[in-house]
């Protein structure tokens, strides 16, 4: 399509003395996932907040479907929905009573509320819990019903806040199927996660966000690809012997990185430069007392870009 | 926009749009009220508590303090029921902070304030819901006054209209503790923030003992705020007096506030920042991993 459904230029939020959003820019084209991925304080909240016309920025400017989050905030809440840790449901409610609420304060009607609430208790498999109050759901029952409530109104842009913090692995993935499905019927997705591997399994675009503001960006393959084609692991007996082994890769072209008595180096080249490695260390540094190879994960992209390294 | 010279069809075409979002707003007032209402009746413990606690007041002023307690010209009980009636619904507006903050708290608020409904509802729904626990509670009042021996010597139709003042004054009240309410994502908090204000209104005033038992300065802050003014108005009317006068302070203090508290309570919400957001995390995360391992 190559619209923008979701663009935020420059924007910046301080609270008291912490300035949560540093200027931090990002666009999500039409129908597609963006993950936005960042430690705990990076201003992935507080991003979302101010898309989703909760929270005004101090400057920048964002727009969802082209229209103004802060001066059109109206017209922006008719096409997007918000789900997330910190938009609930009411447990005093039940699950159906819930989305029904939900449905008319979002102006689609009292008879299509109840239509639409049955649709998607349906879809959300709580068709059993429909009719039970929410405190006594599972974590995963009220995350769903909490997604759900986020569609009532079918919207075109759905912001989910680390919508699986917490929850156990069949949840997990029960509620990455929902996001696949949404994605796949046009919805647009904005959705932020500590889990690296969420970010990859759902999202076409990754942001990575550290301390407000962006820190790298692209596809999940790209940035792995940035990292090079694996990512070797040798581990030391003692912490003097990685870091005889850690000056000797280095002074032999190496960028390897220390984390203990181990030590992680990325390779473009592939599995064969395990060799190379290890003509390196000859005489310099004591054997490894263990040898990995594995493909890089965005973890590895986190590490690299949140302790100052660099990307080879 | 306002450069611009408005043609007459366009004027009958945002009144038409005004009055479609006045008819609108009720609505979400409406359905956010109801919510509010249910809520309270599933967690009954706070209804029987906000409904046993005035009675116990009741019971406990007019037969363990009345005897020592002699208001020249009326029984203690007659004196007593305005007072409590005007104490109650103080202490009720404290639940409108507390139910705020909780809605904060569960983050339930972050959810209404992205949806496109009227925003003056969250408010407004919650102080309606508020005023329907103040008129049940006041009803059982009314009813275990009676039994203890509370009569008005102008009738039926005096009370009622003491009681619409009653009310009048809570919903007024419930608007100042709305703002309170947005600001603590802690409902513990907002009750011992609200608490104090509600025991200074009450107790400096007439509420339980004639104004003219207290020193000079009290005196002058005590008849001097909106209790009192109640308090007064409320026995003007029941034990007769100069009721007009009285009504019309007690009136200009609720509405006064009313006004003002609305403002107030739009404005805190529609500029509300930090949501605790890490209060929230931490809870529910917690609460998460208590069902996951179950």
């Known amino acids: 399509m190559g619209d923008i459904a979701v663009e935020a230029r420059s924007l910046r939020k301080a609270f008291g003395e912490v300035q949560a959003l540093d200027g931090l820019s990002l666009a999500v084209p039409a129908g597609s996932v963006l993950g936005l991925l960042g430690p705990n304080g990076s201003g992935k909240t507080t991003t979302v907040s101010i898309l989703a016309t909760s929270l005004r920025p101090d400057s920048g400017r964002a727009t969802v479907g082209g229209l103004d989050v802060v001066t059109e905030a109206a017209q922006v809440r008719r096409v997007i929905g918000l789900a997330g840790q910190f938009a609930a449901v009411d447990p005093n409610l039940t699950g159906r009573e819930n989305l029904r609420l939900i449905g008319r304060l979002s102006r689609v009607g009292r008879g299509q509320a109840r239509v639409r609430a049955d649709e998607l208790l349906d879809r959300f498999g709580l068709n059993a819990a429909a009719d039970r109050l929410v405190r006594g759901y599972s974590g995963g029952m009220r995350r769903r019903l909490d997604v759900a409530a986020a569609l009532l109104h079918r919207p075109a842009v759905l912001f989910l806040d680390e919508p699986t913090t917490g929850l156990d692995p069949e949840s997990r993935f029960a509620l990455w199927d929902s996001v696949r499905g949404l994605a796949r019927s046009g919805t647009t997705v904005l959705l932020t996660t500590q889990y690296l591997e969420e970010a990859d399994a759902l999202a076409d675009q990754v942001v990575i966000i550290s301390a407000g503001r962006v820190a790298d960006t692209g596809t999940p393959a790209e940035l792995k690809a940035r990292l090079g084609a694996v990512v070797f692991q040798l581990g030391f007996a003692r912490r003097e012997a990685a870091e005889a082994a850690h000056s000797a890769l280095a002074s032999a072209g190496y960028r390897p990185q220390s984390d203990g008595a181990c030590i992680q180096v990325r390779s473009a080249a592939g599995s064969g430069e395990l060799t190379g490695l290890l003509r390196a260390l000859e005489g310099r540094a004591p054997d490894p007392v263990s040898v990995a190879v594995r493909e890089p994960t965005l973890d590895d992209v986190f590490l690299s870009l949140t302790s100052g390294g660099e990307a080879a | ?294």
């Open chain 2, 1 to 294: 926009m306002s450069t611009i010279a408005i043609a007459p069809r366009q004027v009958a075409a945002s009144r038409v749009a005004a009055s479609r979002s006045v008819a609108s707003a009720l609505c979400d007032t409406a359905d956010v009220a109801w919510r509010n209402l249910l809520t309270q009746l599933r967690t009954p413990q706070a209804l029987v508590f906000a409904t046993v606690q005035p009675v116990i007041f009741v019971l406990l002023f007019r037969y363990a303090f009345g005897g020592a307690i002699h208001v020249p010209g009326t029984n203690y009980v007659d004196f007593l029921m305005p007072g409590i009636f005007a104490q109650t619904v103080a202490f009720g507006a404290v639940g409108t902070a507390v139910g705020l903050s909780g809605d904060l708290r569960t983050g339930i608020l972050v959810r209404f304030r992205t949806l496109p409904m009227a925003r003056i509802a969250v408010l407004g729904g919650r102080t309606v819901a508020d005023l329907a626990r103040n008129l049940l509670v006041v009803a059982v009042m009314t009813g275990v006054g009676f039994a203890a021996g509370f009569r008005s010597p102008h009738g039926a139709g005096s009370v009622l209209a003491a009681l619409g003042l009653v009310v009048a004054f809570g919903y007024a009240l419930s608007w100042g503790f709305a703002s309170l309410g947005l600001r603590v994502s802690d409902p513990e908090a907002a009750q011992a923030a609200a608490v104090p204000v509600v025991f200074l209104l009450v107790f400096t005033s007439a509420a339980f003992v004639p104004a003219s038992a207290m020193p000079g300065w009290l005196q002058a802050f005590g008849t001097h705020q909106p209790v009192d003014a109640l308090v007064n108005a409320e026995r003007a009317l029941i034990l007769g007096g100069q009721a007009a006068h009285d009504v019309l302070i007690s009136l200009a203090w609720s509405g006064g506030m009313l006004a003002v508290f609305v403002l107030l309570a739009a404005r805190t919400y529609a500029r509300m920042g930090r949501l605790r957001f890490a209060g929230v995390n931490r809870r529910s995360a917690g609460r998460v991993r208590e069902l996951v391992q179950g």
